[in-house]
């Protein structure tokens, strides 16, 4: 499955580091999300974009900035993060930012905070 | 605020029982979606259910969304190894026009052959 695309798949990263985490979907779609995967937690919405617009940001801490260049690209920017942010972020498109279309996720990066 | 209620959270069986995993919302839903987890991997979207009462088959699978829009089940047929995975649903709030699911903490089935 090459719909949804995401780089890095693993990192590991001091709390003071910056870094990026990269989405892209090949699907046409015009919508796409940041999911957040911990584990014994519900998946956790971050953000959502629809046609490059933000149109939620679900009272995520600042220390997580999205960005979404194009309907395609979607990044996370990560700076100054805590252990407890160590989690799978998982990106997903849909068609459009409704409610009656599926997501299609992509793989996911598996992050570590040290 | 808007919830989704999974259970059971673990589920043990043997090859060739049944399996079934139950998913209730505090308010009404204009749709639900179930999604499949294997080991490792991502949520890979299975179906959605829209009309009340609507029931759908996927071979071994059963989807059902409940009269009142507020419940749904996932019903496995005789199951196999390979329906090892977590099994996640995801309302869609009536009043949501931003496609935001609720996700339910998801059941983790584990299948022995």
């Known amino acids: 499955e090459t719909g949804v695309t995401q780089t890095p798949r693993h990192l590991v990263m001091g709390m003071t580091n910056k870094k990026s985490l990269k989405c892209e979907q090949h699907l046409g779609h015009n919508a796409m999300y940041w999911y957040k995967q911990s584990a014994k937690k519900p998946l956790e919405l971050m953000f959502v974009y629809s046609l490059e617009e933000r149109v939620e940001n679900n009272s995520v801490p600042s220390r997580f900035s999205p960005e979404c260049p194009n309907s395609s690209h979607l990044f996370l920017h990560l700076h100054t993060l805590q252990p407890e942010d160590s989690a799978l972020y998982l990106c997903?498109?849909?068609?459009?930012?409704?409610?009656?279309?599926?997501?299609?996720f992509g793989p996911g990066t598996r992050l570590t905070v040290t | 605020g808007q919830q989704v209620m999974q259970i059971p959270q673990y589920q043990h069986v043997q090859e060739g029982e049944d399996f079934t995993t139950y998913c209730n919302s505090s308010?009404?839903?204009?749709?639900i979606q179930w999604y499949k987890q294997r080991p490792g991997g991502h949520p890979v979207f299975l179906i959605q259910l829209v009309k009340s009462g609507e029931v759908k088959k996927q071979k071994r699978l059963t989807f059902q969304f409940g009269e009142a829009k507020k419940n749904s089940s996932l019903h496995i047929t005789a199951t196999q190894t390979t329906d090892v995975g977590t099994y996640f649903c995801?309302?869609?709030?009536?009043?949501?026009?931003?496609?935001?699911?609720?996700f339910g903490r998801g059941t983790q089935l584990t299948v022995w052959p």
């Open positions: 997903a498109s849909s068609q459009d930012g409704g409610a009656d279309y599926e997501q299609y």
């Open positions: 995801a309302g869609v709030d009536r009043g949501s026009t931003l496609g935001r699911l609720y």
């Open positions: 308010t009404t839903l204009s749709n």
